[in-house]
């Protein structure tokens, strides 16, 4: 079985996973984490959203997330932004790398950032232009990419087309995301050749959620069809709300775990990303869902 | 990437899930959920065990329960015997399959069922002859196959010559056990390719705990290797009474929901399994392990 040697773990807990959290974290503790996590070793840290703070006002400080964190050589801090708005706080809080939001369900798209996926597109083009100018680098996730809540299946030759058309705006990878945790491995094949008829796989991130419990075994899949960047979150943070260890982003210690047990490298210190996820537990209101995590405490005990 | 296309999901909530929960079942409860189990289509469901009542009361009442559920043509309910004397017992409540417990490591056997490796394979040849005598099979459980909590690392050879040593003393099949859940899909490759030296997968089960999120890569990697027969229990009822949320066996649902996506046939309505894990979730004193049956029941919400 053919696999990659390294992958790159990309750590989304400090947005996507405290965006969903419902305890108050202060910035000092958003500092915290996002250093825990650099000192681990984790090489690509999601550190915050320049997004509406009368919306998601759990974002309202990333720019003095971003100030105060100690800025370790070599990782990277890229701070989600929905639009011309938003990057130019994150231009001003000096992020030098951002990461924009597209779906590849049209009915997605228009509830989650009211707008089409075409008008998306027209946003996040401007978005790209102007961080190009200042130098900046454009991560790009596409939603729904293997179910949609509202409208069930999506083409897996549209996320292929839509790959492209992100790329061509100018993001340099596109983070492949199963938003709603449906995905199984035979659609993760599925959407990764589809994908391959218009673009690079070096290009391409995976982002899976852990809600139907298949999260490893489509990473499990992306490293078989050649994938080498897979978004996760510490501790499984950012859990759905609505049920006490329910999951919503894979956990980045599970993801460890299966990796080093594959002799894959990450960079990634486990005992110290572990230290993390502890920090991250006691400033939330219910049990981290990471399996591993779980495991790990069970057997200090 | 080629797949079987059909596999047997063995059930063993009944036995190995409700001897790991510390709530009380009665007798009833546990006949409603074999029952539901065997309408919801699953082919094989361990019933209960013939073991030292002093030492694992939940299971004193499987003659009862033997008696008391409805036979399923075609549905086997293997019930699990350590000795001459449980086998007895087993034949006299109509038991027409059994499973024996043997292990991979010194340690574990010894603590586990005080006996050598050697000695518990005496133990088991004697049971195996009894029971062909009775026109009964034998299931064999190997535990701690991928990993020993004293011993630590186990060695694939053993796990490999140990699986013969089962088959020749008359199991028709060996369930490879994670006991602690520790394997990973680099390490299913590795024990499945020891054993192909021994014997036919043909003869061989895979059963994995969930407890660091690695059961279904496990399985995923297991069906590529070709192994058609996975242990599950619905729900993962028997998660570790430690934490809540933490889990022991893989859940029936989360295999069954990926083996439908990957179009393996198993026989399951997913529905009635959910019915059978709903039923066992309101006698338990935790939430079910399970991820899919708790995303279940937050989309019902």
Not at 239 to 251: D, Q, T
Not at 279 to 293: E, K, M, V
Request: hydrophobic content about 40%.
């Amino acid at each position: 079985m053919r696999l990659p040697s390294q992958v790159t773990v990309v750590d989304v807990a400090p947005r996507d996973g405290l965006q969903n959290e419902h305890a108050k974290i202060t910035t000092a503790q958003k500092v915290t984490l996002v250093n825990l996590l650099s000192e681990a070793g984790v090489p690509v840290i999601e550190a915050g959203a320049f997004v509406s703070t009368k919306w998601v006002p759990q974002m309202a400080d990333t720019a003095e997330v971003l100030a105060d964190i100690e800025r370790r050589p070599g990782t990277r801090y890229p701070t989600l932004v929905p639009n011309l708005r938003g990057l130019e706080r994150a231009l001003a809080a000096g992020s030098r790398e951002i990461a924009v939001l597209a779906a590849a369900s049209e009915t997605f798209s228009r509830r989650n950032v009211n707008q089409s996926i075409d008008e998306s597109f027209v946003t996040i083009a401007a978005v790209c232009e102007r961080a190009s100018l200042a130098g900046v680098r454009v991560r790009g996730y596409l939603s729904t990419c293997f179910g949609c809540p509202y409208e069930g299946d999506v083409s897996a030759e549209r996320v292929g087309s839509l790959t492209r058309a992100l790329l061509d705006l100018g993001v340099f990878e596109v983070a492949i995301s199963d938003t709603i945790g449906v995905a199984h491995p035979g659609q993760v094949w599925q959407v990764i050749d589809a994908i391959t008829k218009h673009a690079s796989l070096s290009k391409v991130a995976l982002h899976f959620h852990d809600t139907r419990g298949t999260a490893l075994s489509n990473v499990l899949a992306g490293l078989q069809a050649g994938v080498t960047t897979y978004d996760a979150s510490c501790g499984g943070l950012g859990g759905c709300p609505y049920a006490p260890g329910a999951s919503g982003n894979l956990a980045t210690e599970d993801l460890v775990y299966m990796l080093n047990g594959l002799g894959i490298a990450t960079g990634i210190d486990m005992d110290r990303l572990l230290a993390a996820s502890t920090f991250a537990s006691t400033r939330i209101d219910h049990p981290l869902p990471s399996r591993y995590f779980q495991a790990s405490r069970a057997v200090r005990r």
